[in-house]
């Protein structure tokens, strides 16, 4: 397949399919005229990055979990950390949308005069308290 034909399998510009191959995530097969071949193993392999990049990897993370002769090398402990992370973005997101729909319906004359909005409030104010919360819930990782 010509690197247009995958990008319009993958939905992906060329422009970045040829970032890809420059960084080592796909390799294209040769050239027909000028435009890079791929085998039809690419596709697969754009739908693991993709995978990886919804799921927060960096593209060099991605990269160390494929390896150029298309097996994969996954960590584990890697995956397991990053479904860790998710699972506290998800409870972070979780109270927020909650807290945005009490402060949506709640009965107070001000929302400053909503004890559970004043919560909020405190929680939004303290970044730096956050972060360090988010470092000591953050398994290491190896």
Not at 72 to 96: F, P, Q, V, Y
Not at 133 to 142: D, E, F, G, N
């Amino acid at each position: 397949m010509d690197i247009g034909e995958v990008a319009a399998r993958s939905g992906l510009p060329a422009s970045t399919l040829r970032y890809y191959e420059d960084k080592g995530l796909i390799a294209s097969t040769g050239r027909r005229g000028l435009r890079r071949v791929f085998d039809r193993g690419v596709l697969e392999r754009l739908a693991l990055i993709a995978l990886g990049r919804a799921s927060g990897f960096s593209l060099a993370e991605i990269a160390g979990m494929l390896s150029a002769d298309g097996k994969l090398a996954i960590d584990r402990t890697l995956l397991d950390a990053k479904a860790n992370e998710l699972d506290h973005t998800i409870r972070k997101l979780t109270a927020l949308r909650d807290g945005l729909r009490h402060a949506a319906a709640c009965s107070a004359p001000s929302h400053l005069e909503c004890p559970r909005f004043r919560r909020i409030l405190a929680g939004a104010a303290k970044p730096g308290a956050r972060a360090k919360a988010q470092a000591r819930s953050k398994p290491a990782v190896s």
